[in-house]
């Protein structure tokens, strides 16, 4: 009768345990999914040539769930002052030689003046590839072209001091048209970036570059794609402003409808976790304004990975099986 009670008393103890395990990861993911209070940071948006088209509408919508001021503007606003009304440059993912071709020697000068005397520079993507000192498009040798060159002086913005490289064929090769979900593993769970941030963490990847830092440049490496081990997200300072590049895709919403777009000819991941946290926490950072404490890290770190299982491979079969059958 004795070791019935015990038996009992230990299971309940057991239920209790899990119980309130549970309800702290629901917690925390619950102030995950608070947006902060964002409302004086004006952000410019730059949709010109070469801007991926579906990019405003997820950035736009992610926007509502911050609560900032989103503008767009074009490389001629760019080049005739614009960003001085302005506390962040946020730059999407799209075509890069447009990016050069719009915005020039001049409103690169006019970009690196807002960031160095203290605006925050947010490139995802090709976004993250126009930052860097230079890039390497690795499904050409010889590009970019020679034509991308103004009096020796290249036309990227060198706000990153290092190289980007992409695509990664490891990830994603051209029978796949660059598309894949991918791992990142966080890496520094020290900066206020990525401190709440679960371990790891599932994106989307679209022929995104990897971001490699010179030795001597003084970059935090916050994640790394798991396939490669090379840096998928950095951060990092400009003069008295700063920088945070991110290779893969992480505004899109997997899964789910309230980045307001569909996959249109793929199949849609399935991935259940979203990734705009870290952009807020990233907004924050760049702008300078203090992130809130978090709390259990690593209880939800354990939890995403269970819950990241094998997502990756799944959807990365169907892509495989999708295409095959498409053509």
Same mark, same amino acid.
């Given at each position: ?158 706000? /990153?001091?290092?190289?980007?490289? !992409?695509? %990664?064929? +490891?990830?994603?090769? #051209? *029978? ?67 920088? /945070?590049?991110?290779?893969?895709? !992480?505004? %899109?919403? +997997?899964?789910?409808? #309230? *980045? ?68």
């Amino acid at each position: 009768m004795v070791a019935r009670s015990i038996l009992v008393k230990g299971a309940i103890v057991v239920i209790l345990s899990g119980l309130i395990i549970s309800v702290g990861v629901l917690f925390f993911l619950g102030t995950q999914e608070q947006p902060t209070d964002l409302s004086n940071v004006d952000v410019a948006y730059y949709n010109g040539n070469g801007a991926w088209e579906i990019s405003e509408t997820i950035l736009s919508n992610m926007t509502k769930w911050m609560g900032y001021s989103f503008t767009t503007v074009r490389g001629q606003d760019i080049k005739d002052g614009c960003l001085d009304d302005y506390d962040l440059l946020m730059w999407p993912g799209g075509h890069y030689p447009a990016y050069w071709e719009e915005v020039g020697l001049e409103g690169k000068a006019e970009i690196q003046e807002f960031v160095s005397r203290g605006g925050g520079y947010l490139g995802i993507c090709a976004g993250a590839y126009y930052a860097a000192d230079y890039m390497v498009w690795m499904d050409d040798a010889a590009y970019p072209p020679p034509d991308y060159k103004v009096e020796g002086d290249e036309l990227n913005l060198d706000l /990153f001091p290092g190289v980007a490289y !992409g695509p %990664i064929f +490891e990830i994603a090769d #051209r *029978d796949t048209t660059y598309w894949a979900m991918v791992e990142i593993n966080i890496v520094d769970q020290t900066h206020p970036i990525t401190q709440s941030m679960p371990n790891p963490m599932t994106m989307f990847y679209y022929g995104g570059p990897y971001l490699e830092t010179y030795d001597d440049a003084n970059v935090s490496i916050l994640g790394r794609y798991d396939i490669t081990g090379t840096p998928a997200i950095v951060a990092c300072s400009y003069g008295e402003g700063r920088v /945070f590049l991110i290779g893969p895709h !992480g505004e %899109i919403e +997997e899964g789910g409808n #309230r *980045d307001g777009w569909s996959f249109p000819d793929i199949p849609e991941p399935d991935d259940v976790e979203s990734d705009w946290p870290l952009y807020r926490n990233a907004v924050r950072w760049l702008c300078k304004i203090d992130s809130p404490s978090s709390f259990a890290t690593g209880l939800v770190g354990s939890f995403e990975i269970q819950v990241n299982t094998n997502r990756v491979s799944h959807f990365n079969e169907r892509i495989q099986y999708f295409l095959s059958s498409r053509w």
